[in-house]
C-alpha cells in the first residue's frame, strides 16, 4: 500500500488549523499541525513532511522567519498563508523560498487542490528514471534532472523546488519562448490566473541566483510581450 502524504499545517489560529486539517483528512493526507514557526521546526526535527502549509503571523516566530529556517535545509514544498493579500506581500513570501501563497479568507476546497498540485508535481519529478541523459548543459549552467540539482560553472546554486522546475521547463524548451501562462500551467498545473506576477517573481529570483548580472542576464531572456526563454 503506498504511504500517505503527509503535510505540516502551522497557523496560530486553532479554528483554522482545525479546518484545514479535517478536509485534507478527508482527501487522505496524514495532518500534522503546529500553532507557532518554533513548535513547527520541533516537529520537522522528528516528522517526515511531504508539505507544509505555514501561516505568515504569528506569535514566537512568525512565518517568513520559520520558512527562511525551514529553506536551510529542506525542500519541500510550502504555501503560505497571509491575511494580506497586496502584491508586495506576495512577492515577499516568494522571495523567502515559498512555492505558492493563499490570501485568507481562503475556500478550503482551493487549498486542498493546491496541495494536491505541489504534491503530485513533486512526486512525478522525484520519480525514478531509467535514461542515463539527467543533465541538460548550457554553456556552463547544468541541470541535473534527476538529482533537481543545478550547477553553474561548477558552483551548486541552491533552488526552491518551484525555481528548479521553472529553470527545467525553460531549459527543456532551449531556443523557444513560453508565455507566462505556458510557463505556469505546467510548473504550477493549473489554470493560469491573468492577474498573478509569480512567474515573474521567481524567474526574478532564479536570477539572481545563477547570473553574473541578473540585469543583463546570460541565461534566462525576456522576450518583451511574449515572454521568456533560455537560448542555445
Known amino acids: 500500500m503506498e504511504k500517505k502524504k503527509s503535510v505540516l499545517v502551522v497557523d496560530d489560529e486553532k479554528d483554522i488549523r482545525e479546518v484545514i486539517e ?22 520537522l526535527k522528528d516528522e517526515a513532511v511531504d508539505l507544509i502549509v505555514l501561516d505568515i503571523m504569528m506569535p514566537k516566530l512568525d512565518g517568513i522567519r520559520t520558512c527562511l529556517k525551514i529553506r ?3 525542500k ?8 494580506k493579500s497586496e502584491d508586495s506581500d506576495k512577492i515577499l513570501g516568494l522571495n523567502i523560498g515559498a ?5 485568507k479568507p481562503f475556500n ?3 487549498l486542498v487542490a493546491r496541495v494536491k498540485s505541489q504534491i503530485r508535481r513533486t512526486t512525478s519529478f522525484n520519480e525514478p528514471k531509467e535514461e542515463n541523459n539527467d543533465e ?11 538529482t533537481r540539482e543545478v550547477f553553474v560553472d561548477d558552483n551548486f546554486v541552491r533552488l526552491t523546488p518551484r525555481e528548479f522546475d521553472i529553470i527545467k521547463v525553460l ?5 523557444r519562448v513560453l508565455s507566462t501562462e505556458q510557463i505556469y500551467e505546467r510548473v504550477w498545473d493549473e489554470h493560469f490566473f491573468n492577474s498573478d506576477n509569480t512567474v515573474a517573481v521567481h524567474i526574478r529570483n532564479i536570477r539572481e541566483k545563477i547570473e553574473i548580472n541578473p540585469k543583463e542576464p546570460k541565461y534566462i531572456k525576456l522576450v518583451w510581450g511574449v515572454g521568456y526563454k533560455i537560448d542555445k
Open 136 to 146: 541538460i548543459c548550457i554553456d556552463g549552467l547544468v541541470i541535473n534532472t534527476a
Open 22 to 43: 479535517i478536509y485534507l483528512m478527508n482527501e487522505g493526507f496524514d495532518v500534522i499541525t503546529a500553532c507557532d514557526g518554533l513548535e513547527a521546526l520541533e516537529k
Open 76 to 83: 519541500m514544498p510550502i504555501i503560505m498563508l497571509s491575511a
Open 72 to 74: 536551510e535545509e529542506k
Open 108 to 110: 478550503p476546497l482551493e
Open 99 to 103: 512555492d505558492d501563497y493563499v490570501v
Open 171 to 175: 531549459a527543456s524548451n532551449i531556443g
